[in-house]
């Protein structure tokens, strides 16, 4: 459930409506239902409570920090992936003793500013890493607290671009080097080897896999005897697109629940999409139709710089028009709603049935909440536009647009061009 809907053929977030909104923000811009974000966040909160977890919040989904602010500020944990996002998480307010730092590729001053700031864990993704995270310790004269990351070689029905736990990807360690690793906790005299962590994909959407996956971790712990006290189990959680049934928080806790309750262990949860994807949608607006003795083509100002799913992963976002109009003209047709990106694979959906829609009509792109503005881009020079967030009765502009300006930032011709 989310907080856009239609009330008198208009779309409202909350209880504003997004064509007011329109007037003073410019298309394209995002916006974002703060109710919606803290109910997603809740509802995991309480499907868990049983165990209490930390819930951390993926901040790659979405890293706008009034939407990490609003999370922490509700008690949410942030799971970040580089020292970007660490920086943003610091700003957010979040507590250092909240936040897991994964990804495969960190980088020594990144790994130095977790360490000084004093994270929770470090998720590590490869025997050098660890060596590496030991010596910056050492160095620090910090103890360190770390988590291996295991793939468990499960098969998530997902896109391929973001499955994660399958044995052939880059994440995450196999038992054997896992168990090498636990075995030789002496060689880390500064790290405190303290937890397992899995992550093994996005958009799954029943429990199966994760239980698979969870099976395995714990029979691993048990049959080599590995003692541990955290088990991270990643996000992953599937959301509704287009006809999806994902599980609900609590028929997925409710799948889950007895192993983890079992295990004894501390729960960290890293949902992303869950709390953010049904949280935002794009707004953009139509600049021309373009009839073609193939097809029609609807041209909106935002296109796939602004959301890359459907370009990257061929993913299905709902487009609906901000008014629907009751006359003539409500009669659906089949269109490509395109960008203005000069690529073939600039469309936001394709072969949609959408009623004709007049130059300057407003359209919403639905659950783009997650991977929406963090995958966005300058591609063909185009600044972004705003972030906007409803909460309660008013809208906050929470990102400006950019300019001209911006899209030169840091730029330099060399004086010898001059
Ligand atoms: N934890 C780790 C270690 C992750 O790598 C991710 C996502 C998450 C948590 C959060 O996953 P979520 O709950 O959002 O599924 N750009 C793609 C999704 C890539 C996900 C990458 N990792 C998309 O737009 O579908």
């Known amino acids: 459930m989310h907080e856009f809907n239609f009330k008198d053929n208009e779309l409202y977030c909350e209880n504003i409506k997004v064509a007011d909104i329109a007037k003073s923000v410019a298309t394209p811009f995002y916006l974002y239902s703060y109710k919606t974000l803290i109910d997603h966040y809740r509802k995991i909160k309480t499907a868990f409570r049983p165990i209490d977890p930390l819930v951390c919040f993926s901040v790659k989904s979405n890293s706008n920090l009034a939407v990490l602010r609003a999370l922490v500020k509700n008690g949410a944990g942030l799971d970040v992936v580089s020292g970007g996002e660490l920086y943003k998480a610091k700003l957010a307010g979040v507590k250092a003793g909240k ?48 988590a291996v990351r295991i793939n468990p070689d499960v098969i998530p029905k997902t896109h391929r671009y973001i499955a994660t736990g399958k ?21 880390y005299p500064h790290l405190n080897i303290r937890g397992v962590h899995i992550h093994i994909g996005s958009q799954i959407l029943n429990a199966e896999p994760f239980t698979t996956a969870i099976r395995k971790v714990l029979e691993f ?8 006290d955290y088990f991270n189990i990643g996000g992953g959680l599937g959301i509704v697109y287009s006809i999806e049934n994902p599980q609900t928080a609590k ?46 083509f609807i041209i909106v100002d935002g296109g796939m710089s602004d959301l890359i ?51 300057g009509s407003l359209v919403a792109v639905m659950a783009a909440g997650a991977y929406g503005f963090t995958m966005s881009s300058n591609y063909n020079s185009r600044p972004r536009g705003a972030e906007v967030m409803v909460i309660g009765n008013k809208f906050y502009t929470v990102k400006e647009a950019e300019s001209y300006k911006d899209l030169v930032h840091g730029e330099i011709i060399p004086r010898i061009l001059r």
């Open 99 to 146: 936040v897991v730092y994964a990804g495969v590729g960190k980088k020594h001053s990144e790994i130095e500013e977790a360490i000084e700031f004093g994270i929770l864990f470090f998720n590590i993704e490869s025997e050098e890493e660890l060596g590496d995270i030991e010596k910056i310790a050492n160095r620090l004269k910090k103890k360190v607290n770390i």
């Open 167 to 187: 044995g052939e990807s880059k994440f995450g360690l196999d038992f054997e080097t896992a168990h090498k690793i636990f075995n030789s906790r002496w060689k």
């Open 221 to 228: 712990l048990k049959s080599c005897k590995i003692e541990v």
């Open 251 to 296: 028929s997925f806790a409710k799948s889950i629940l007895p192993l983890l309750k079992k295990s004894k262990l501390n729960i960290i949860l890293e949902p992303g999409r869950f709390i953010s994807g049904n949280s935002g949608i794009l707004v953009t607006k139509v600049l021309y139709t373009k009839r073609t003795p193939r097809k029609t």
């Open 309 to 359: 799913r459907p370009s990257l992963y061929e993913a299905y976002h709902k487009i609906v028009p901000v008014r629907v109009r009751q006359d003539s003209s409500a009669t659906a047709e089949r269109v490509d709603v395109v960008g203005p990106i000069c690529e073939t694979g600039d469309f936001l959906g394709k072969d949609r049935y959408l009623p004709r829609m007049p130059k």
